[in-house]
């Protein structure tokens, strides 16, 4: 794999940013988009475009069939039993909201308990806890280790007859630890809760085998892994799904409307409710379709190699925090850390002069924040197309933030 050549897939980087070429370390929060899916979507719109499953006219069977061969190369992707068990959201906080709308709020009740670790993104975290409220269900955090991470035991701890549903981020975006997800689903099926797992910052970055990984749910963002914004998706074991409830009604996901009740479609079309997001689902096919052709394996093992070169590098200048776990196997590409003393989002505005992208802030992870002590963090996510070059330009920048905020250069 060669990301120099993967550069070229991707227009942005012809963008000069005040005066530089762009070093893009935002891939955590949405990824570039190469020409290949670009152009999926050109062709789409251009010689494809109607509503799907309705019309009998030539351009209604294009666009339904590319729709539908879309989920075909997702399933796939994720190794999905059947196509029909991937269900095309708005992205990873729309299908955790679905599960926790039409899956938990349905089935829990006071004394069922949801096990999870306080370092989830916000959208693993106050979907459950509304589902607490609405049920009377509780809340049971696992204890974190100082580097963030969770460990086994603390889940066999934590998980008991009363759990109903186990949840966690198969990498965290603030840590960047790889969580064992494998072993936390087999905790949770002993004691016979569902496992959910928020793919979002995994299935961009690493091989994801549903039926290896043994999740019951899983969900993810096209935007993160070279699709549009829009799409995203949500995978259930069929029996769940099933029993699932829709979240949206109304056309499209129907089969019999009487006056006073209605009946659905099956799984997956009863989950999406109204015109579907056509042209986000190609566009993530042909995501799909790109990062496949490069090899997940590839693109897991560079993106943490990049990860442990940029934490080596942050660690020795002084004055720099790096937070989570030490870089090694365990680890995905992404480094948070902090100029002491300076507020992350003065770093990243000085970086940013230097063309450098780098996001600030609390990283949609309050809880973990103030576990952390700080308010807000700097961080730098890799993804296919950086390069080494872009670790070198990182801490040249930071080197002339810490002159310009009267940091000793280490
Ligand atoms: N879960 C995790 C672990 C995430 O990193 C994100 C987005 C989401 C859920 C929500 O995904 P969405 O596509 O529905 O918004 N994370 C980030 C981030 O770290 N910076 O910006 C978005």
């Keep these: 794999m060669n990301p120099v050549e993967i550069r070229k897939d991707f227009p942005i980087f012809a963008e000069q940013i005040n005066g530089h070429p762009l070093v893009y370390l935002d891939s955590a929060a949405t990824s570039q988009k190469p020409r290949q899916v670009l152009e999926v979507l050109k062709q789409y719109y251009e010689h494809e475009n109607s509503n799907v499953h309705r019309g009998v006219h030539t351009l209604g069977t294009r666009a339904t069939e590319s729709y539908e061969g879309a989920r075909e190369k997702v399933a796939r992707f994720i190794n999905a039993p059947s196509a029909n068990q991937v269900v095309f959201t708005r992205g990873t906080t729309e299908s955790l909201n679905m599960i926790a709308y039409g899956y938990a709020r349905q089935r829990f009740q006071p004394g069922d308990e949801i096990v999870l670790p306080p370092s989830e993104h916000h959208s693993n975290l106050i979907p459950w806890q509304q589902v607490a409220r609405a049920t009377g269900a509780t809340i049971k955090y696992l204890p974190l280790q100082s580097d963030g991470t969770i460990r086994l035991e603390d889940v066999e701890a934590a998980v008991t007859a009363n759990t109903k549903l186990v949840t966690i981020a198969h990498v965290s975006n603030v840590l960047g630890a790889i969580n064992p997800v494998k072993e936390i689903a087999e905790i949770a099926h002993r004691h016979g809760a569902i496992m959910v797992v928020d793919g979002a910052q ?209």
């Design 202 to 410: 995994s299935v961009p970055h690493m091989p994801v085998d549903v039926q290896e990984m043994d999740c019951d749910f899983l969900a993810f963002s096209g935007h993160k892994m070279c699709g549009p914004t829009g799409v995203g998706v949500l995978y259930g074991k069929k029996e769940l799904l099933d029993e699932m409830e829709p979240t949206y009604f109304g056309g499209e996901m129907i089969d019999v409307v009487e006056l006073y009740e209605s009946t659905w479609k099956e799984t997956p079309w009863k989950f999406e409710g109204g015109t579907p997001i056509i042209a986000g689902a190609v566009g993530l096919g042909a995501a799909v379709d790109y990062l496949t052709a490069i090899g997940l394996e590839e693109i897991a093992e560079h993106d943490a190699h990049l990860a442990s070169l940029a934490i080596e590098r942050l660690q020795s200048l002084n004055g720099i925090d790096v937070y989570g776990p030490e870089a090694g196997v365990h680890r995905g590409g992404l480094v948070t850390f902090n100029l002491r003393g300076v507020h992350p989002h003065d770093v990243a505005t000085v970086l940013d002069t230097q063309g450098v992208a780098v996001r600030a802030g609390h990283h949609c992870a309050q809880p973990l924040m103030r576990i952390l002590n700080v308010g807000s963090t700097a961080r730098a996510s890799f993804y296919l197309y950086n390069t080494e070059e872009d670790i070198d330009r990182l801490v040249e920048a930071l080197q002339q933030a810490k002159e310009f905020f009267g940091h000793a250069i280490g």
